[in-house]
């Protein structure tokens, strides 16, 4: 037991570094705000694993990982999460190690060992589900019916959300020199990588969105506002959470099943590839880097399935 602690103290700063040294804060900082907040959770679990609760991810001393703490964390993840989770964790876990090279605070041999882990293999269930077209009327029909300022903001936001698939940390950031008018565009930063793309927007949504900027008025910043008590916008940024908020208080209200933000892009993806548009497009548009990921999303029933395959022409003749 004394030993453990002992190890576990060691791994703990002993003095606090300037955040342009510290390989954690470091990676951190170059990473998109939405992506951000999702890697420390990550990074502070992996603190928390290797220090017994004692040290988050700008407390821990990365630079002293090895391959025998590497690996016992990656067997921890493996027992506690999915997949897709342990490899994502991981992957941050490796990243702060490529910051601890580049700084100088670990040689390229303990460099190589600590990140030289298998990735996890396993499919994880698909998560969330497809909401059906009645279901989105139904929570624009109950944000109209708010007949204020915070229904029209909603309305847009899940005009934007199930129009064109944006993740949520997507939808918040965009501005109102984003959205063009005359083409029907928004020009949305990428969650995962600080890339742009352009997306369109369907004539219903268009419709909600004009809805919101005449109320909200076309002063610059953020799209998509909150709304104070008596209906005062203010021009800022939604966070991640108020999204999450928004989407469960509607659900209440509109009288639907639970759902979560990005399940209006699964939604998006799913009804996309129903339509039979290719899934280079579908990639393109929902802003994947590789099509095997927008694949991923796609939750068609095994009904679609079964009625595909009605397409093919096998030729047979019954012999007997």
């Given at each position: 037991m004394g030993e453990d602690t002992t190890r576990q103290i060691d791994l703990m700063l002993s003095t606090p570094l300037p955040l342009t040294l510290h390989p954690a804060a470091v990676y951190l900082s170059s990473l998109t705000p939405g992506s951000r907040r999702t890697t420390e959770k990550a990074l502070n679990v992996i603190a928390q694993l290797l220090t017994s609760n004692q040290c988050d991810a700008l407390s821990v001393d990365w630079s002293k990982l090895r391959y025998q703490h590497t690996a016992a964390i990656r067997a921890i993840l493996i027992e506690k999460y999915s997949p897709a989770t342990t490899?994502?964790?991981?992957?941050?876990?490796?990243?702060?190690?490529?910051?601890?090279?580049?700084?100088?605070?670990?040689?390229?041999?303990?460099?190589?060992?600590?990140?030289?882990?298998?990735?996890?293999?396993?499919?994880?269930?698909l998560r969330g589900r497809v909401l059906k077209?009645?279901?989105?009327?139904?929570?624009?029909?109950?944000?109209?019916?708010?007949?204020?300022?915070?229904?029209?903001r909603d309305a847009a936001l899940f005009g934007i959300l199930s129009g064109c698939g944006l993740r949520r940390s997507e939808a918040v950031a965009l501005e109102v020199k984003d959205f063009k008018r005359d083409d029907n565009l928004l020009k949305v930063l990428h969650g995962k990588g600080g890339k742009?793309?352009?997306v369109y927007l369907p004539p219903s949504a268009v419709g909600v969105v004009d809805d919101w900027l005449k109320i909200r008025g076309k002063s610059p910043g953020a799209l998509i506002c909150p709304v104070k008590r008596g209906g005062h916008i203010h021009i800022e940024h939604l966070t991640d959470q108020a999204v999450m908020a928004i989407c469960q208080k509607r659900a209440e209200t509109a009288l639907i099943e639970a759902f979560s933000p990005h399940d209006f892009r699964r939604t998006f993806i799913t009804r996309l590839l129903e339509a039979g548009?290719?899934?280079?497009?579908?990639?393109?548009?929902?802003?994947?880097?590789?099509?095997?990921?927008?694949?991923?999303?796609?939750?068609r029933s095994e009904t679609a399935k079964r009625e595909a395959v009605k397409f093919l022409n096998v030729l047979y003749e019954n012999s007997l």
């Open positions: 490899n994502r964790m991981l992957c941050a876990l490796r990243r702060v190690l490529k910051e601890c090279l580049r700084l100088g605070l670990m040689s390229a041999q303990d460099y190589q060992c600590a990140i030289d882990l298998k990735r996890v293999r396993g499919e994880s269930p077209n009645q279901e989105i009327t139904a929570l624009l029909h109950d944000c109209q019916q708010d007949a204020s300022a915070i229904g029209l742009w793309r352009t548009v290719d899934v280079l497009t579908v990639c393109e548009l929902a802003g994947h880097a590789n099509p095997a990921t927008t694949q991923k999303y796609d939750l």
